[in-house]
């Protein structure tokens, strides 16, 4: 965990070092948490603390790439439920997951940050990623994996000002792992299922965009993300 900080202010740096003019940039705050054994069901159970950085190229006011690199805290308790199965067995856990990930992502209405102020679309993005999965059980039983993960997004943005951008999202995470939260199908055959035989997490949270553009290829000026980008002159005294 201590080194987490430390990866997240290089892959800042490296990506800001890389500005081009369809790039966004972006830090990540909110939580996180997770269903598997211990809880069945519930979305944004026992939320712990989650932040990270991303960056996105635009291919398209709709269409486009992003890595994102996402560090999560979550837990769980049988002691939360009142069903007399969990009430026996009285596991619980804490865990980390730190994830590297890369989605497309769509957006269902054309969308800039250096667009139209106040222009909005809400959007959804799937893809790949790799997730090292650290987790601490009631016993001090430590556990660590990485896996392969399938991430999944939606949410809304916003233009706020100039060329940033507001977005809310809430993604869920396929993982194919079902020691997460240090219990391996613990549950009666009856309730076991293609979603609850292996668990999943979660992040939920809000992320702040920028873009960053090098002089040296003139000051961008959209009339419209719906139309071909334009490029204007500087003024001399602002090079």
């Known amino acids: 965990m201590k080194r987490v900080p430390w990866v997240i202010l290089f892959f800042s740096f490296f990506i800001s070092s890389h500005g081009q003019r369809n790039s966004d940039y972006g830090i990540f705050g909110g939580v996180s948490s997770y269903i598997g054994d211990i809880n069945p069901g519930r979305l944004l159970y ?11 190229y635009n291919f398209h006011p709709r269409h486009a790439l992003r890595g994102s690199l996402l560090y999560g805290m979550m837990r769980g308790s049988d002691r939360d439920f009142s069903n007399s199965f969990q009430a026996a067995r009285d596991s619980s856990f804490s865990a980390g997951a730190g994830e590297l990930a890369v989605q497309f992502e769509f957006n269902f209405l054309p969308f800039s940050t250096q667009g139209r102020h106040l222009n909005f679309s809400p959007y959804f993005s799937a893809g790949a990623a790799v997730a090292y999965l650290n987790t601490t059980t009631a016993a001090n039983t430590h556990i660590s994996s990485i896996q392969p993960v399938i991430p999944l997004s939606f949410g809304f943005k916003v233009n706020i000002w100039k060329n940033m951008g507001l977005e809310a999202e809430y993604g869920f995470r396929k993982t194919f792992y079902d020691n997460l939260d240090g219990v391996k199908n613990m549950v009666s055959p009856e309730d076991q299922s293609l979603i609850h035989n292996n668990d999943w997490y979660s992040f939920t949270g809000i992320v702040l ?6 002089r040296l290829a003139g000051c961008p000026a959209y009339d419209d993300v719906d139309k071909k980008p334009k490029i204007k002159k500087c003024r001399s005294g602002k090079r």
Request: hydrophobic share 40%; aromatic share 18%; proline share 12%.
């Open 209 to 214: 965009t920028w873009k960053i553009y090098s």
């Open 46 to 56: 026992a939320p712990g603390p989650a932040a990270g950085v991303l960056y996105r």
